[in-house]
Structure formats: structure tokens, C-alpha cells
């Protein structure tokens, strides 16, 4: 509840929105972002939208996590080949800088586990999957990350099985398919049900949410 003379009240008003849940997002103690979801009425806000939010955000920062962590492996390994070429004749030195650099790498490798383990508890806590396609130069779709483990749960395909989606729709939702995420590719975010074949055959319901982010 805000007073009547809060200006982010009267902002609220402005937009519509009678209750809102704000979750925010921290890495290493400093804010980030924050994730949020309003409803025009009045709402008693439940835990367990709170909960999902927060699963959200833990997702969105280990793919961060793992993208950075990978990001330092590959230039600590260049940086190795470089430094090894150009300075073989100084042995000792090049032999001091390369330790260094390998305790360095072996940091990054463990931060990498840590970081990979919190991804496959998340997933393992959720029933539904999540997943992240970066949009190529040419408008190609390039899968970055799933959520394994619950991907398969529900599908029954394990994701290198999964690397050609539409085959899993139904014929009839498969052209509505491809629309929302040609939609999503235009910058809108979409949400549909769609019919899906599950790998044993079963046809199931699924109701997905797609969200552009731009870089």
C-alpha cells in the first residue's frame, strides 16, 4: 500500500496497473536488473509468483555466469599460445607467467563447475524448461543454452535430438509456431498454446512465452 501523494503510485495509475511484484537481480551484490509482472486489478500477491521470478533471475545470471566464465577460458588459452611462441627462448620467466596463468585458468574452470551445478539445480526445481536462441547475421536461429534436464522430461528428446523443434508440433500449430517466433524475432514478446509430440508419441499441450533481448 502507498500514500496517496507516492509518486510512483500515481505512476502505476498511469500505466493501468493496480498490483505489481518486482523481483530484483544481483550479481555479487549489485544490482543488475530486475524482473516484474503487474495485473490491471487488484491482486493478493502469492509466493509462488515470487518464487518463479526469482528462478527466472537465478537462470538469466548463471547463463551470465557461464557465458563470462567461458568468455575468460578462451582468452586465458589464447593468451597461453601467444605468450609460449613469442617468448620461448626466456624460459624461466615464460615458465613463472604460464603457472600464473594456469592457477588462473584452473580458478576460472572451478568458478565454471560452481556456476554449472546452480544451472542443473535450477533446472532440476522447475517442471517447465527454459532456453535461450541467439539471432545469427543472417536471421538464423543458433541455440545458446537449454535447460536440459527438464527439456527431456517433458519432451522425451534430449537436446541434441531437439535441434530441429518445428518437427515436434503438431501440423496444424506448426505454421502458428513459426509465426509467434518470427513475431518474437520482430520484437514482440508472444505467448501461445501449441500441440506437441512427445518422443514416445504421446501428444501433449505446452504453453510457451518468448521474449526478445537485445544486446
Known amino acids: ?8 503510485r500515481h505512476f502505476m495509475a498511469d500505466m493501468n496497473v493496480a498490483s505489481i511484484v518486482i523481483v530484483p537481480i544481483l550479481r555479487q551484490n549489485e544490482l543488475i536488473g530486475f ?17 518463479l521470478l526469482q528462478v527466472v533471475g537465478e537462470i538469466f545470471l548463471n547463463a551470465m555466469d557461464r557465458r ?3 568468455a575468460r577460458i578462451r582468452k586465458f588459452n589464447e593468451e597461453l599460445t601467444e605468450r609460449v611462441e613469442e617468448r620461448t627462448h ?3 620467466s615464460v615458465n613463472r607467467q604460464l603457472q600464473n596463468q594456469i592457477e588462473e585458468r584452473e580458478r576460472a574452470e572451478t568458478a565454471l563447475r560452481e556456476s554449472e551445478e546452480r544451472y542443473r ?29 527438464s527439456y527431456e522430461r517433458i519432451s522425451g528428446f534430449t537436446v541434441n535430438e531437439g535441434l530441429q523443434p518445428y518437427r515436434r ?5 506448426e505454421r502458428l509456431a513459426r509465426e509467434d517466433v ?7 514478446p508472444t505467448e501461445s498454446e501449441y500441440r506437441v509430440r512427445t518422443k514416445s508419441g504421446e501428444m501433449r499441450w505446452i504453453y510457451m512465452r518468448r521474449f526478445p533481448i537485445w544486446d
Open 169 to 173: 508440433y503438431n501440423a496444424e500449430y
Open 35 to 51: 524482473i516484474s509482472t503487474g495485473w490491471r486489478n487488484p491482486q493478493k500477491i502469492q509466493s509462488e509468483i515470487v518464487g
Open 68 to 70: 563470462d566464465n567461458e
Open 182 to 188: 518470427q513475431r518474437t524475432l520482430e520484437g514482440q
Open 90 to 92: 626466456e624460459l624461466v
Open 121 to 149: 539445480i535450477v533446472t532440476e526445481v522447475i517442471s517447465d524448461y527454459a532456453f535461450l536462441y541467439a539471432v545469427e547475421p543472417d536471421n538464423t536461429l543458433k541455440l545458446e543454452w537449454v535447460t536440459a534436464e
Open 1 to 8: 500500500d502507498l500514500a496517496e501523494d507516492d509518486g510512483f
